[in-house]
């Protein structure tokens, strides 16, 4: 025997129904959204890790040793391709370029308050990890941003 319902009993089921499949669809609408955002995230830090791997600078990092070290070995060579003797010869920061090999972007002191950039191609291994002097730009002031050249 069928059921009969009364005209608001079949509007009771027709909004709970609605409001049912509402809620499903706004849960499934927020749940794609925090995907999308997760998928988003994960995206910017493939991208990031990308462009320091494959060819991109790294961001401004302190000198260290080992900077200072590569400086220690082409002083001479920027001496003579700038045709003057440097006062001091100070590494304060740097930018690396992995490409074949390693391009170092280099921020040095070479007296008051008197700075140069400059850069140094680090050959693979391979290669005999030796350096390469490839250019220098005077004039730069402390706050100059280090950058490729």
């Given at each position: 025997?069928?059921?009969?319902?009364?005209?608001?009993?079949?509007?009771?089921?027709?909004?709970?129904?609605?409001?049912?499949?509402?809620?499903?669809?706004?849960?499934?609408?927020?749940?794609?959204?925090?995907?999308?955002?997760?998928?988003?995230?994960?995206?910017?830090?493939?991208?990031?890790?990308?462009?320091?791997?494959?060819?991109?600078?790294?961001?401004?990092?302190?000198?260290?040793?080992?900077i200072?070290d590569?400086?220690?070995?082409?002083?001479?060579?920027?001496?003579?391709?700038?045709?003057v003797?440097?006062?001091?010869?100070?590494?304060?920061?740097?930018?690396?370029?992995?490409?074949?090999?390693?391009?170092?972007?280099?921020?040095?002191?070479?007296?008051?308050?008197?700075?140069?950039?400059?850069?140094?191609?680090?050959?693979?291994?391979?290669?005999?990890?030796?350096?390469?002097?490839?250019?220098?730009?005077?004039?730069?002031?402390?706050?100059?941003?280090?950058?490729?050249?």
């Amino acid at each position: 025997m069928a059921r009969k319902f009364s005209a608001l009993q079949s509007a009771a089921v027709i909004v709970f129904l609605s409001l049912s499949l509402s809620l499903r669809v706004s849960q499934s609408v927020s749940i794609k959204l925090s995907e999308f955002q997760i998928k988003s995230d994960l995206e910017a830090v493939r991208l990031k890790r990308m462009s320091q791997l494959v060819g991109g600078p790294s961001g401004v990092k302190e000198a260290d040793a080992e900077i200072q070290d590569i400086l220690d070995k082409t002083r001479a060579g920027f001496e003579d391709k700038a045709g003057v003797k440097f006062d001091e010869f100070t590494a304060i920061s740097y930018r690396s370029q992995v490409v074949a090999g390693t391009n170092y972007f280099i921020k040095v002191k070479v007296g008051t308050d008197k700075y140069v950039h400059v850069k140094v191609f680090k050959f693979l291994p391979h290669a005999g990890a030796t350096l390469k002097v490839e250019n220098i730009q005077l004039n730069k002031s402390l706050d100059d941003d280090i950058s490729n050249f």
